[in-house]
Protein backbone atom coordinates (compact mmCIF):
# COMPACT_ATOMS: atom_id res chain seq x y z
CA UNK A 1 0.00 0.00 0.00
CA UNK A 2 2.84 2.38 0.76
CA UNK A 3 4.40 2.02 -2.55
CA UNK A 4 1.63 3.08 -4.08
CA UNK A 5 0.50 5.67 -2.08
CA UNK A 6 3.84 7.46 -2.44
CA UNK A 7 4.28 6.97 -5.98
CA UNK A 8 0.34 9.13 -6.36
CA UNK A 9 1.53 11.69 -4.12
CA UNK A 10 5.20 11.95 -5.06
CA UNK A 11 5.41 15.42 -4.63
CA UNK A 12 3.28 15.78 -1.51
CA UNK A 13 5.77 17.12 1.32
CA UNK A 14 3.07 16.75 4.10
CA UNK A 15 2.38 13.41 3.23
CA UNK A 16 2.94 10.98 6.51
CA UNK A 17 3.64 7.31 5.76
CA UNK A 18 4.61 4.61 8.62
CA UNK A 19 5.34 0.97 8.62
CA UNK A 20 4.83 -0.44 12.86
CA UNK A 21 5.16 -3.56 13.80
CA UNK A 22 4.58 -5.73 17.23
CA UNK A 23 5.16 -9.56 18.41
CA UNK A 24 1.90 -10.02 16.25
CA UNK A 25 1.74 -8.19 13.20
CA UNK A 26 3.13 -5.05 10.93
CA UNK A 27 0.22 -2.29 9.95
CA UNK A 28 1.28 0.00 7.40
CA UNK A 29 -0.06 3.79 7.72
CA UNK A 30 -0.56 6.66 5.33
CA UNK A 31 -2.15 10.14 5.51
CA UNK A 32 -2.19 13.85 4.91
CA UNK A 33 -0.93 15.76 7.82
CA UNK A 34 -2.46 18.97 6.82
CA UNK A 35 -5.67 17.22 6.48
CA UNK A 36 -5.95 15.23 9.68
CA UNK A 37 -5.81 15.56 13.35
CA UNK A 38 -3.02 14.13 14.13
CA UNK A 39 -4.60 13.23 17.76
CA UNK A 40 -7.65 11.49 16.24
CA UNK A 41 -4.52 9.33 14.21
CA UNK A 42 -2.75 8.53 17.72
CA UNK A 43 -5.75 8.12 19.80
CA UNK A 44 -7.29 5.35 17.47
CA UNK A 45 -4.08 3.63 15.61
CA UNK A 46 -0.86 4.50 16.67
CA UNK A 47 -1.20 3.86 20.79
CA UNK A 48 -4.43 0.96 20.39
CA UNK A 49 -1.37 -0.85 18.45
CA UNK A 50 1.36 0.22 20.60
CA UNK A 51 -0.18 -1.33 24.33
CA UNK A 52 -1.09 -4.89 22.58
CA UNK A 53 -4.27 -4.77 25.13
CA UNK A 54 -6.02 -6.84 22.76
CA UNK A 55 -5.35 -8.35 18.98
CA UNK A 56 -5.22 -4.63 16.77
CA UNK A 57 -7.04 -6.28 14.12
CA UNK A 58 -9.89 -7.08 16.11
CA UNK A 59 -9.92 -3.90 17.35
CA UNK A 60 -10.19 -2.61 13.91
CA UNK A 61 -13.14 -4.73 12.51
CA UNK A 62 -15.58 -4.14 15.81
CA UNK A 63 -14.80 -0.17 15.31
CA UNK A 64 -17.41 0.98 12.80
CA UNK A 65 -15.43 4.00 12.13
CA UNK A 66 -13.23 2.12 10.49
CA UNK A 67 -14.82 1.46 6.73
CA UNK A 68 -12.95 -1.61 4.70
CA UNK A 69 -11.82 -0.28 1.13
CA UNK A 70 -12.16 -2.64 -1.64
CA UNK A 71 -11.19 -0.65 -4.90
CA UNK A 72 -7.05 0.86 -4.55
CA UNK A 73 -8.55 3.64 -7.21
CA UNK A 74 -10.45 5.09 -4.38
CA UNK A 75 -7.36 5.62 -2.29
CA UNK A 76 -6.14 9.19 -3.59
CA UNK A 77 -9.57 10.59 -3.16
CA UNK A 78 -10.01 8.85 -0.02
CA UNK A 79 -6.94 10.22 1.32
CA UNK A 80 -7.36 14.13 -0.19
CA UNK A 81 -10.78 14.12 2.42
CA UNK A 82 -8.77 13.91 5.30
CA UNK A 83 -8.97 9.87 5.84
CA UNK A 84 -6.08 7.99 7.14
CA UNK A 85 -5.20 4.79 5.13
CA UNK A 86 -4.58 1.67 7.06
CA UNK A 87 -3.55 -1.68 5.63
CA UNK A 88 -3.82 -4.31 8.14
CA UNK A 89 -3.14 -8.55 7.41
CA UNK A 90 -3.87 -7.11 3.50
CA UNK A 91 -7.18 -5.48 4.12
CA UNK A 92 -7.04 -1.55 3.66
CA UNK A 93 -9.54 0.74 6.45
CA UNK A 94 -10.14 4.28 6.02
CA UNK A 95 -10.67 5.95 9.18
CA UNK A 96 -11.91 9.51 8.82
CA UNK A 97 -9.79 11.99 11.05
CA UNK A 98 -10.35 15.50 8.71
CA UNK A 99 -9.21 18.18 10.78
CA UNK A 100 -12.05 21.16 10.14
CA UNK A 101 -10.81 24.67 10.90
CA UNK A 102 -12.91 26.48 9.20
CA UNK A 103 -14.75 28.56 12.20
CA UNK A 104 -11.08 29.37 13.14
CA UNK A 105 -9.90 31.27 10.42
CA UNK A 106 -11.24 35.18 9.33
CA UNK A 107 -13.52 35.95 6.82
CA UNK A 108 -11.84 37.92 3.60
CA UNK A 109 -11.53 41.39 4.47
CA UNK A 110 -9.88 42.79 1.42
CA UNK A 111 -11.29 40.88 -1.61
CA UNK A 112 -14.80 40.86 -0.59
CA UNK A 113 -17.12 38.62 -3.07
CA UNK A 114 -21.05 38.52 -2.48
CA UNK A 115 -21.86 35.26 -3.63
CA UNK A 116 -18.40 33.32 -3.35
CA UNK A 117 -17.32 32.14 -0.24
CA UNK A 118 -16.27 33.98 2.61
CA UNK A 119 -13.23 31.96 3.87
CA UNK A 120 -9.63 33.57 3.92
CA UNK A 121 -6.34 32.15 4.08
CA UNK A 122 -4.58 31.60 7.74
CA UNK A 123 -1.57 33.28 8.74
CA UNK A 124 -0.77 28.98 9.65
CA UNK A 125 0.52 27.97 6.76
CA UNK A 126 -0.70 24.33 7.73
CA UNK A 127 -3.81 25.48 8.20
CA UNK A 128 -3.86 27.31 4.55
CA UNK A 129 -2.61 23.91 3.01
CA UNK A 130 -5.64 22.31 4.72
CA UNK A 131 -7.90 24.98 3.47
CA UNK A 132 -6.45 25.18 -0.25
CA UNK A 133 -6.29 21.02 -0.25
CA UNK A 134 -10.18 21.00 0.56
CA UNK A 135 -10.96 23.38 -2.11
CA UNK A 136 -8.30 21.29 -4.61
CA UNK A 137 -8.63 17.82 -3.84
CA UNK A 138 -6.14 16.82 -6.48
CA UNK A 139 -3.11 14.22 -6.17
CA UNK A 140 -1.19 16.31 -8.82
CA UNK A 141 -0.99 18.99 -5.96
CA UNK A 142 2.48 19.29 -5.50
CA UNK A 143 4.49 20.99 -2.90
CA UNK A 144 8.29 22.44 -1.94
CA UNK A 145 9.45 24.50 1.14
CA UNK A 146 11.91 26.64 1.11
CA UNK A 147 13.38 29.04 4.09
CA UNK A 148 14.14 33.02 2.93
CA UNK A 149 15.70 35.48 5.26
CA UNK A 150 19.07 35.52 7.21
CA UNK A 151 17.25 36.00 10.25
CA UNK A 152 14.07 35.45 10.22
CA UNK A 153 14.27 31.88 8.94
CA UNK A 154 10.44 32.32 6.74
CA UNK A 155 8.82 29.14 5.68
CA UNK A 156 7.56 29.24 2.04
CA UNK A 157 5.95 26.47 0.60
CA UNK A 158 5.44 26.45 -3.79
CA UNK A 159 2.24 24.95 -4.59
CA UNK A 160 1.18 23.98 -8.02
CA UNK A 161 -0.13 21.25 -10.39
CA UNK A 162 2.33 18.83 -11.89
CA UNK A 163 0.00 18.41 -14.99
CA UNK A 164 -0.59 21.59 -15.79
CA UNK A 165 2.43 23.76 -14.51
CA UNK A 166 4.89 25.22 -17.08
CA UNK A 167 8.29 24.29 -16.52
CA UNK A 168 10.39 27.06 -17.03
CA UNK A 169 8.48 28.78 -15.06
CA UNK A 170 8.48 27.13 -12.10
CA UNK A 171 12.55 27.04 -12.81
CA UNK A 172 12.40 30.65 -12.83
CA UNK A 173 10.81 31.18 -9.65
CA UNK A 174 12.79 28.48 -7.94
CA UNK A 175 15.78 30.89 -9.38
CA UNK A 176 14.52 33.80 -8.04
CA UNK A 177 13.64 32.72 -5.18
CA UNK A 178 16.96 31.33 -4.33
CA UNK A 179 18.55 34.70 -5.13
CA UNK A 180 16.92 36.69 -2.63
CA UNK A 181 19.05 38.34 0.10
CA UNK A 182 17.22 39.56 3.34
CA UNK A 183 17.28 39.84 6.97
CA UNK A 184 13.64 39.94 7.95
CA UNK A 185 10.67 38.42 5.71
CA UNK A 186 7.43 39.72 6.94
CA UNK A 187 4.64 39.78 4.62
CA UNK A 188 3.88 38.64 0.81
CA UNK A 189 4.11 42.38 -0.13
CA UNK A 190 7.80 42.59 0.46
CA UNK A 191 8.34 39.00 -1.08
CA UNK A 192 5.99 40.35 -4.31
CA UNK A 193 8.77 42.84 -4.15
CA UNK A 194 11.72 40.82 -4.42
CA UNK A 195 10.31 38.76 -6.46
CA UNK A 196 9.20 41.57 -9.44
CA UNK A 197 11.62 44.18 -8.50
CA UNK A 198 11.36 47.57 -7.11
CA UNK A 199 10.97 49.71 -10.07
CA UNK A 200 8.20 47.93 -12.00
CA UNK A 201 4.72 50.62 -12.24
CA UNK A 202 2.75 48.02 -12.63
CA UNK A 203 2.39 44.52 -10.08
CA UNK A 204 2.97 41.30 -11.86
CA UNK A 205 2.21 39.21 -9.10
CA UNK A 206 -1.44 38.49 -7.73
CA UNK A 207 -1.46 38.95 -4.01
CA UNK A 208 -4.73 37.12 -2.55
CA UNK A 209 -6.54 36.16 0.36
CA UNK A 210 -8.94 33.81 -1.17
CA UNK A 211 -8.71 30.14 -1.24
CA UNK A 212 -11.21 30.19 -4.49
CA UNK A 213 -8.66 32.00 -6.35
CA UNK A 214 -5.98 29.97 -5.43
CA UNK A 215 -7.43 26.72 -6.34
CA UNK A 216 -8.52 28.74 -9.67
CA UNK A 217 -5.56 29.67 -10.60
CA UNK A 218 -3.37 26.52 -9.68
CA UNK A 219 -5.98 24.34 -12.04
CA UNK A 220 -5.04 27.20 -14.66
CA UNK A 221 -1.09 26.00 -14.48
CA UNK A 222 -0.13 29.01 -11.80
CA UNK A 223 2.08 28.64 -8.89
CA UNK A 224 1.17 29.60 -5.75
CA UNK A 225 3.44 31.05 -2.84
CA UNK A 226 2.41 30.64 0.96
CA UNK A 227 4.17 32.56 3.60
CA UNK A 228 4.08 31.36 7.15
CA UNK A 229 3.04 34.56 9.80
CA UNK A 230 0.27 35.95 6.80
CA UNK A 231 -2.66 35.30 5.22
CA UNK A 232 -2.04 36.33 1.93
CA UNK A 233 -0.97 33.89 -0.96
CA UNK A 234 1.13 35.30 -4.13
CA UNK A 235 0.01 33.80 -7.75
CA UNK A 236 2.28 33.76 -10.28
CA UNK A 237 2.41 34.13 -13.44
CA UNK A 238 -0.33 37.23 -13.93
CA UNK A 239 -2.05 38.60 -16.46
CA UNK A 240 -3.87 42.22 -16.83
CA UNK A 241 -6.80 40.62 -17.05
CA UNK A 242 -6.31 38.41 -13.97
CA UNK A 243 -5.71 41.83 -12.10
CA UNK A 244 -9.53 43.13 -13.36
CA UNK A 245 -10.96 39.95 -12.83
CA UNK A 246 -12.66 39.52 -9.71
CA UNK A 247 -14.12 35.87 -8.02
CA UNK A 248 -17.63 37.37 -8.34
CA UNK A 249 -17.46 36.90 -11.86
CA UNK A 250 -17.21 32.99 -11.31
CA UNK A 251 -20.59 32.85 -9.55
CA UNK A 252 -22.47 35.31 -11.60
CA UNK A 253 -24.44 35.91 -14.76
CA UNK A 254 -21.77 35.80 -18.13
CA UNK A 255 -23.50 39.04 -19.45
CA UNK A 256 -23.30 40.77 -16.15
CA UNK A 257 -19.84 39.74 -15.86
CA UNK A 258 -18.59 40.48 -19.23
CA UNK A 259 -20.60 44.24 -18.68
CA UNK A 260 -19.10 44.24 -15.06
CA UNK A 261 -15.33 43.68 -16.38
CA UNK A 262 -15.97 46.60 -18.86
CA UNK A 263 -17.07 48.96 -16.67
CA UNK A 264 -13.90 47.84 -14.65
CA UNK A 265 -12.14 48.84 -17.57
CA UNK A 266 -13.43 51.92 -18.07
CA UNK A 267 -12.96 52.79 -14.82
CA UNK A 268 -9.23 52.43 -15.08
CA UNK A 269 -9.32 54.46 -18.05
CA UNK A 270 -11.04 57.31 -16.53
CA UNK A 271 -8.71 56.91 -13.24
CA UNK A 272 -5.77 57.37 -15.29
CA UNK A 273 -6.85 60.06 -18.07
CA UNK A 274 -9.22 62.36 -16.21
CA UNK A 275 -6.91 64.56 -14.05
CA UNK A 276 -4.46 64.82 -17.24
CA UNK A 277 -7.32 65.61 -19.56
CA UNK A 278 -8.71 68.20 -17.61
CA UNK A 279 -5.55 70.35 -17.29
CA UNK A 280 -4.97 69.47 -21.38
CA UNK A 281 -8.31 70.77 -22.74
CA UNK A 282 -8.82 73.83 -20.16
CA UNK A 283 -5.23 74.90 -20.46
CA UNK A 284 -4.53 74.64 -24.31
CA UNK A 285 -7.66 73.40 -26.30
CA UNK A 286 -11.35 73.81 -24.61
CA UNK A 287 -12.26 74.38 -28.17
CA UNK A 288 -12.96 70.63 -28.10
CA UNK A 289 -16.41 71.47 -25.85
CA UNK A 290 -19.58 73.15 -26.94
CA UNK A 291 -19.86 76.62 -26.96
CA UNK A 292 -22.34 76.31 -23.66
CA UNK A 293 -20.39 73.70 -21.79
CA UNK A 294 -17.24 75.97 -22.47
CA UNK A 295 -18.99 78.75 -20.94
CA UNK A 296 -20.43 76.88 -17.80
CA UNK A 297 -16.70 75.86 -17.15
CA UNK A 298 -15.10 79.03 -17.33
CA UNK A 299 -17.40 80.51 -15.13
CA UNK A 300 -17.53 77.64 -12.22
CA UNK A 301 -13.31 78.84 -12.52
CA UNK A 302 -13.69 83.11 -12.77
CA UNK A 303 -12.88 82.72 -9.09
CA UNK A 304 -9.99 80.56 -9.01
CA UNK A 305 -7.24 82.84 -9.22
CA UNK A 306 -4.38 80.09 -10.48
CA UNK A 307 -3.70 77.53 -13.38
CA UNK A 308 -5.99 74.04 -13.63
CA UNK A 309 -2.69 72.11 -13.19
CA UNK A 310 -2.49 73.89 -9.24
CA UNK A 311 -6.01 73.18 -9.47
CA UNK A 312 -6.00 69.61 -9.99
CA UNK A 313 -2.55 68.87 -7.23
CA UNK A 314 -4.46 70.41 -4.63
CA UNK A 315 -7.34 68.46 -5.04
CA UNK A 316 -5.65 65.27 -5.49
CA UNK A 317 -3.48 66.24 -3.26
CA UNK A 318 -6.65 66.10 -0.33
CA UNK A 319 -8.32 62.97 -1.94
CA UNK A 320 -5.21 60.77 -1.56
CA UNK A 321 -4.80 62.56 2.00
CA UNK A 322 -8.34 61.00 2.67
CA UNK A 323 -8.25 57.74 1.44
CA UNK A 324 -4.81 57.34 3.46
CA UNK A 325 -6.30 58.20 6.44
CA UNK A 326 -9.39 56.16 5.93
CA UNK A 327 -6.62 52.97 5.70
CA UNK A 328 -4.77 54.31 9.21
CA UNK A 329 -8.00 55.21 11.52
CA UNK A 330 -9.64 52.95 13.58
CA UNK A 331 -12.11 51.00 11.40
CA UNK A 332 -15.35 51.99 13.27
CA UNK A 333 -14.58 55.71 12.69
CA UNK A 334 -12.55 55.78 9.45
CA UNK A 335 -15.25 55.56 7.24
CA UNK A 336 -17.15 58.42 8.97
CA UNK A 337 -14.38 60.57 9.45
CA UNK A 338 -13.12 60.46 5.55
CA UNK A 339 -16.82 61.06 4.40
CA UNK A 340 -17.05 64.17 6.46
CA UNK A 341 -14.20 65.35 5.83
CA UNK A 342 -14.19 65.17 2.41
CA UNK A 343 -17.89 66.63 2.00
CA UNK A 344 -16.36 69.23 4.49
CA UNK A 345 -13.45 70.24 2.58
CA UNK A 346 -14.44 69.94 -1.07
CA UNK A 347 -17.94 72.62 -0.05
CA UNK A 348 -15.39 74.91 1.79
CA UNK A 349 -12.96 74.72 -1.38
CA UNK A 350 -15.15 75.37 -3.55
CA UNK A 351 -16.94 78.43 -1.92
CA UNK A 352 -13.59 79.77 -0.92
CA UNK A 353 -12.34 79.79 -4.68
CA UNK A 354 -9.46 77.55 -4.19
CA UNK A 355 -11.00 74.73 -6.48
CA UNK A 356 -14.16 74.91 -9.30
CA UNK A 357 -17.22 72.95 -8.72
CA UNK A 358 -16.37 71.06 -12.00
CA UNK A 359 -12.24 69.62 -10.79
CA UNK A 360 -14.41 68.81 -7.60
CA UNK A 361 -16.86 66.48 -10.12
CA UNK A 362 -13.52 65.44 -11.44
CA UNK A 363 -11.72 64.13 -8.62
CA UNK A 364 -14.94 62.40 -7.55
CA UNK A 365 -15.06 60.68 -10.45
CA UNK A 366 -11.28 59.75 -10.09
CA UNK A 367 -11.72 58.35 -6.59
CA UNK A 368 -14.42 56.12 -6.93
CA UNK A 369 -13.51 54.67 -10.47
CA UNK A 370 -10.21 53.45 -8.96
CA UNK A 371 -12.12 51.52 -6.14
CA UNK A 372 -13.69 49.39 -8.91
CA UNK A 373 -10.28 47.54 -9.43
CA UNK A 374 -10.55 44.25 -7.91
CA UNK A 375 -7.08 43.13 -6.71
CA UNK A 376 -5.91 45.63 -3.98
CA UNK A 377 -1.77 45.82 -5.50
CA UNK A 378 -3.22 46.67 -8.62
CA UNK A 379 -5.68 49.63 -7.54
CA UNK A 380 -2.53 51.01 -5.92
CA UNK A 381 -0.68 51.06 -8.85
CA UNK A 382 -3.69 52.65 -10.92
CA UNK A 383 -3.52 55.26 -8.35
CA UNK A 384 -0.19 56.13 -9.32
CA UNK A 385 -0.29 56.00 -13.25
CA UNK A 386 -1.87 59.43 -13.41
CA UNK A 387 0.52 61.34 -12.12
CA UNK A 388 3.01 60.59 -15.43
CA UNK A 389 0.54 61.65 -17.57
CA UNK A 390 -0.56 65.19 -15.96
CA UNK A 391 3.34 66.31 -16.55
CA UNK A 392 3.34 66.01 -20.20
CA UNK A 393 0.03 67.86 -20.08
CA UNK A 394 1.08 70.87 -18.50
CA UNK A 395 3.42 71.38 -20.73
CA UNK A 396 2.12 70.05 -23.92
CA UNK A 397 -1.82 69.90 -23.89
CA UNK A 398 -3.67 67.15 -25.36
CA UNK A 399 -0.62 66.55 -27.41
CA UNK A 400 1.63 65.21 -24.40
CA UNK A 401 -1.72 63.32 -23.24
CA UNK A 402 -1.44 61.55 -26.27
CA UNK A 403 2.37 60.40 -25.78
CA UNK A 404 1.99 59.39 -22.35
CA UNK A 405 -0.99 56.93 -23.16
CA UNK A 406 0.98 55.58 -26.39
CA UNK A 407 4.46 54.83 -23.97
CA UNK A 408 2.10 53.33 -21.35
CA UNK A 409 0.90 51.00 -23.43
CA UNK A 410 4.13 50.49 -25.17
CA UNK A 411 5.55 49.51 -21.71
CA UNK A 412 2.31 47.34 -20.62
CA UNK A 413 3.03 45.93 -24.07
CA UNK A 414 6.49 44.81 -23.22
CA UNK A 415 6.22 43.65 -19.84
CA UNK A 416 6.23 40.00 -19.26
CA UNK A 417 5.36 38.39 -15.59
CA UNK A 418 8.10 35.24 -15.78
CA UNK A 419 8.15 34.62 -19.19
CA UNK A 420 4.51 35.15 -19.93
CA UNK A 421 3.02 38.26 -21.71
CA UNK A 422 1.03 40.70 -19.53
CA UNK A 423 -0.92 43.04 -21.34
CA UNK A 424 -3.84 40.68 -22.42
CA UNK A 425 -6.91 42.08 -21.72
CA UNK A 426 -9.59 39.94 -23.31
CA UNK A 427 -9.05 36.71 -21.41
CA UNK A 428 -6.28 34.53 -19.46
CA UNK A 429 -2.75 32.88 -20.77
CA UNK A 430 -2.72 29.34 -21.96
CA UNK A 431 -2.21 27.04 -19.42
CA UNK A 432 1.04 24.36 -20.12
CA UNK A 433 -0.28 21.05 -19.97
CA UNK A 434 3.16 19.03 -19.13
CA UNK A 435 1.31 15.08 -19.45
CA UNK A 436 0.10 15.49 -22.52
CA UNK A 437 2.78 17.92 -23.78
CA UNK A 438 0.31 20.40 -25.25
CA UNK A 439 -1.01 23.57 -24.35
CA UNK A 440 -4.87 24.12 -23.06
CA UNK A 441 -7.03 27.39 -22.50
CA UNK A 442 -7.70 28.46 -19.00
Known sequence: MLNRITTLFAEAKDLNTYRMSNKEMVIEIAYISSLCDESKVSDFILVPFQKELQPFDDIVERNPQFQIIQDPAMWASIILRGFVLLSVKGRIYALDTARIIRNETPATQVETAILGPQLALSEDMVDSINIIRSRYPSPELAMEEKTIGSMSHTRIMI?????????NVLSEVRSKLQSIRIDFLNAAGQLERKLSGKLG????????????????????????????????????PATFYEFMHAVDDNYDSFWMTRMLILLRYFGVILTITMPALYIA???????????QLAFSIAGSRSAVPYPSFIEVFIMLFMIESLIEASLRLPKYIGSTATTVGGLILGQAAQQAGLVSSIMIIVTSVVAISNFVVPVNNMSISIRFMKYPLIVPAIFFGLTGVTVGIFALLCYMTHLRSFGKPYFRIFGPIKAYTSDIGQVSEE
Do not use: W
Open 201 to 236: LLPTIIITERPDRVANSLQRGKIVLLLQGTMFALIM
Open 281 to 291: VISYNPELFRV
Open 159 to 167: LYDNRHVDP
